[in-house]
C-alpha cells in the first residue's frame, strides 16, 4: 500500500486543522482496502474559544451517516472534549445514554450525531486519529493464531486489543489499557478481527502510519503465499435460475429486490472453490459488515428454494439461540448468494445497496481466500456477531431510509427507448423507483442515461440473438424482468396500398409487429417469475380509426394490438397483465422536425399551435403524457386491468 498523501495538496489549506482532517480521511476513504462505504472514522481536536470568551478543546470527529470517501467539514460533530473524557470514566454507559449525552456536549445542535467511536477518539492524546477496517490487518487477525501473527509483524510498536463490542466497550477497554502506557512508543493499535488506529499531532504522519501498518500486513500475506484469487472460472449463467433465485429471495424480504451477479474472473473462480460452501459458512471480515451482508452469504444448488429454506431455517436457529428477549427478529434474506460456476449474486432494494453488497462480498471473497492459506479463515463468533447485527446503533443507520418509491425493486425493459416515447418510459419508470434496461438500435443509447438505474443496450429488436444477449445483460445486472413497454417502431412513408412497395409493407410487419412477438415470447418465462408483471403495448390511434396511405403501419399496429389481446387471454392465468396504449399525435418525437410541423399545419390551414392541439380537448399530447401512462398500466392503479385498449389524443370523434 503507497501513501496518496501529496505535499502540495496539503500546503493549499493553510494549516487549517479541520481542512487538513477532511482531506487525509478522504484519502483513507477513497481506498477500498482500507474502508468500504461509511466503514471506519477519523476526528480532530480543535482549540476553540466559546461565545463566552473561554477556551475549550472540541473533538470534530465523523458523523454518522457520513462516508470518509465524501466527507466534508459539516460532516464531524464537534463534541467538547472535557464532556467524553468524563464520560471514559464512568463504569458503564447504556447506548442510549452515550448518545443523548454526546449530543448534549456538541458545540453545534445542527451537526450530525458523532460516531459510536467518539469516546475513543476522545482519549487518544493526540490531534489527529484515524481509524480504518483495513483488509489486510483484519485477515491476518482472522485466522487461527492471528494474535501471534500480529506481533510477528509489528512487534511491540503495535498494542493489540482484544475484541470486545465496538462504542462504550471498546473505548472503556482501551481507556484501562493504556492508563499506563508511554503512547509515543507505539505506532498504532490492532483490534482483533475489527481494524486498526493510528494517531499523531501532525496529520501527514498519522495518515502515513495507518498506510505503513496495512502495507506490514499486505507484505505478510503476500510472504505467506497468501495472493489474489487466481483464475479465470469457466461458469456460464443460467438466467432464469438467476431470476427465480431473485424472486424467492424478494418473498422472503416481504419485498421486491434486484439481484446483481458478480461474473468477474475472481468471483467465478471463488464460486467453483470445492470448499467454497464451507470456508462461507464462518462469518464476515468485520463485525460492522454484518448489518448490510448478515452473517454469512447463501449457497445455491440445483435447489435454490430448497437452499433458500435451510438458510431461513439457519437463521431462525441464530436468532433464537443469540437473543436475549429484547432483539426483534429481522427479515431473514440472504444478502449474498455463492452461485457455483456463475459468480456472487448480492441482493437489495436499489441499485445502489446491491453494489454495496457486491463491494463488500468482493472483499470479503478475498480476505477468506487468502486467510485459507494462513490455516483457515476464523471469523469472530456467532455470539459477537449476533451482538453486533442487533445492536441498537448499527441498525439505525440502516433506518434512515425514508418511505421506499412504488416501483422500488422492480425491473423492466423499454424498446425504442432513445428517444420519444420510449426514452419518456425509461424516464418515468425510474422516477417511480424501477430500473430500466433501454434497447435501441440508435447507438446514442449506450452513453444516453447517466443513471446508474438505467442500462441503455445498443440492440436491432428484429433479431433474436440480440434480444437474447439483452435479456442476459439485464438479468447479470437487475437480477429479474417484471415489466415491459414493447415500444419499438417505424412509421413507413406514406404510400397507397395501389403503389405499394413490398420491402417497405414487409419491414413495417416485421419490426412493428412481428419483432414484438418474438420479444414477448422471450421474456414470457421471466415475466412468470416476475413481480406483479405487466406488459404494455404501445399501439397506434390508426388502429380505431386508420387513415389512406398509412396500410403498411395501420396494419402492423392492428395486429400489434391483437397480439397484446390474444396475451392478454394467454397469460392472464400466469398474472400477467397486457394493456394497450393508443397515442395519437404525439409531436415531441424525432420525426416531428419545426418544417415537417409547420409544413403539415400549413397544409390544413392551421398555425402550429392549432395543429398540434388539434383535439377536443384542445391540449399538446407529450411523449412524457404517454410514458406516464405506461407507468401508470404497469402498476398498481391497473393491478386488476388487463387486455384493455387506452386511447390518449386529447380526444378524437373517430375513436370516441
Ligand atoms: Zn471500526
Redo the contacts with the bound molecule.
Keep these: 500500500m503507497k501513501s496518496n498523501w501529496k505535499d502540495s495538496e496539503a500546503k493549499k489549506l493553510k494549516g487549517d486543522l479541520l481542512k487538513l482532517r477532511v482531506y487525509t480521511s478522504r484519502l483513507l476513504g477513497n481506498n477500498e482496502d482500507l474502508v468500504m462505504h461509511g466503514g471506519?472514522n477519523t476526528s480532530v481536536k480543535i482549540k476553540e474559544t466559546n461565545i463566552f470568551g473561554e477556551e475549550e478543546e472540541v473533538l470534530y470527529v465523523k458523523g454518522s451517516g457520513w462516508d470518509l470517501a465524501t466527507i466534508e467539514a459539516p460532516g464531524f460533530a464537534p463534541v467538547k472534549l472535557s464532556a467524553l473524557h468524563r464520560l471514559a470514566q464512568l463504569d458503564t454507559l447504556s447506548d442510549v445514554d452515550m448518545v443523548k449525552n454526546q449530543r448534549m456536549a456538541m458545540t453545534n445542535p445542527s451537526a450530525p450525531n458523532p460516531s459510536v467511536?467518539a469516546i475513543l477518539h476522545a482519549i487518544i492524546p493526540y490531534t489527529f486519529v484515524d481509524?480504518t477496517?483495513a483488509d489486510a490487518v483484519v485477515t491476518v487477525t482472522n485466522t487461527p493464531g492471528g494474535k501471534k501473527r500480529i506481533q510477528e509483524i509489528y512487534g511491540d510498536k503495535i498494542l493489540i486489543i482484544p475484541y470486545v463490542m465496538?462504542g462504550f466497550i471498546l473505548a472503556k477497554k482501551i481507556y484501562e489499557m493504556t492508563k499506563n502506557i508511554d503512547w509515543d512508543s507505539i505506532d498504532g493499535m490492532v483490534l482483533m478481527n475489527?481494524?486498526v488506529f493510528t494517531f499523531h499531532n501532525d496529520p501527514k504522519i498519522s495518515y502515513e502510519k495507518m498506510i505503513s501498518i496495512v502495507d506490514a500486513s499486505e507484505k505478510y500475506l503476500k510472504k505467506q503465499g497468501a495472493n489474489a484469487i487466481k483464475g479465470k472460472g469457466k461458469g456460464k449463467i443460467d438466467g432464469l435460475q438467476i431470476a427465480k433465485l431473485r424472486k424467492k429471495v424478494s418473498e422472503v424480504w416481504n419485498k421486491p429486490v434486484l439481484a446483481k451477479l458478480d461474473r468477474s474472473a475472481s468471483a467465478k473462480t471463488f464460486s467453483e472453490l470445492s470448499d467454497v460452501a464451507k470456508i462461507t459458512s464462518r462469518g464476515p471480515l468485520t463485525p460492522?459488515h454484518i448489518i448490510r451482508t448478515k452473517r454469512t452469504p447463501m449457497m445455491v444448488s440445483d435447489s435454490p428454494k430448497k437452499d433458500l429454506e435451510q438458510y431461513v431455517k439457519n437463521y431462525k436457529a441464530y436468532y433464537k439461540k443469540y437473543n436475549t428477549g429484547e432483539q426483534t427478529l429481522l427479515d431473514q434474506a440472504p444478502r449474498w448468494a455463492i452461485v457455483p460456476g456463475s459468480g456472487v449474486v448480492s441482493f437489495g432494494p436499489t441499485v445502489k445497496h446491491t453494489r454495496i453488497i457486491e463491494d463488500i462480498a468482493r472483499h470479503t471473497q478475498r480476505a477468506i481466500f487468502q486467510a485459507e492459506h494462513l490455516g483457515g479463515w476464523k471469523a469472530l463468533g456467532k455470539g459477537d456477531l449476533f451482538e453486533m447485527e442487533y445492536w441498537s446503533l448499527e441498525q439505525a443507520k440502516l433506518k434512515k431510509a425514508g418511505k421506499p418509491k412504488s416501483m422500488q425493486g422492480k425491473v423492466a425493459i423499454v424498446t425504442g427507448a432513445a428517444s420519444g416515447i420510449g426514452k419518456a418510459c425509461v424516464e418515468s419508470l425510474i422516477e417511480q423507483g424501477a430500473v430500466v434496461t433501454g434497447l435501441d438500435i440508435a447507438p446514442a443509447i449506450e452513453g444516453m442515461f447517466p443513471q446508474k438505474e438505467a442500462l441503455g443496450i445498443r440492440c436491432d429488436v428484429t433479431s433474436e440473438k440480440q434480444l437474447k444477449k439483452a435479456i442476459d445483460e439485464t438479468i447479470a445486472t437487475f437480477g429479474g424482468i417484471d415489466m415491459l413497454v414493447s415500444n419499438a417502431g417505424i412509421f413507413p412513408k406514406s404510400a397507397r396500398i395501389a403503389d405499394m412497395d413490398g420491402k417497405l409493407w414487409d419491414k413495417s410487419l416485421e419490426l412493428n409487429v412481428t419483432s414484438h412477438q418474438r420479444l414477448l415470447q422471450l421474456l414470457i418465462p421471466y415475466l412468470e417469475v416476475g413481480f406483479d408483471p405487466a406488459v404494455v403495448i404501445i399501439a397506434s390511434k390508426n388502429v380505431p380509426a386508420p387513415g389512406p396511405g398509412a396500410a403498411a403501419y395501420s396494419v402492423a399496429k392492428a395486429g400489434l394490438t391483437q397480439l397484446g389481446r390474444v396475451a392478454a387471454m394467454e397469460l392472464g392465468g400466469k398474472g400477467i397483465r397486457v394493456n394497450i396504449i393508443h397515442p395519437n399525435a404525439v409531436y415531441d418525437t424525432a420525426i416531428w422536425t419545426d418544417e415537417v410541423l409547420q409544413a403539415r399545419a400549413k397544409h390544413y390551414g392551421l398555425t402550429v399551435k392549432e395543429y398540434k392541439t388539434n383535439n377536443m380537448l384542445k391540449v399538446e399530447v407529450t411523449s412524457r403524457d404517454v410514458a406516464d401512462l405506461a407507468t401508470a398500466m404497469l402498476g398498481k392503479t391497473f393491478a386488476k386491468i388487463t387486455g384493455a385498449q387506452v386511447p390518449i389524443d386529447g380526444g378524437n370523434e373517430r375513436v370516441i
Excluded: I, S
Design positions: 471506519g467511536e481509524h477496517h465496538p475489527h481494524g460492522d
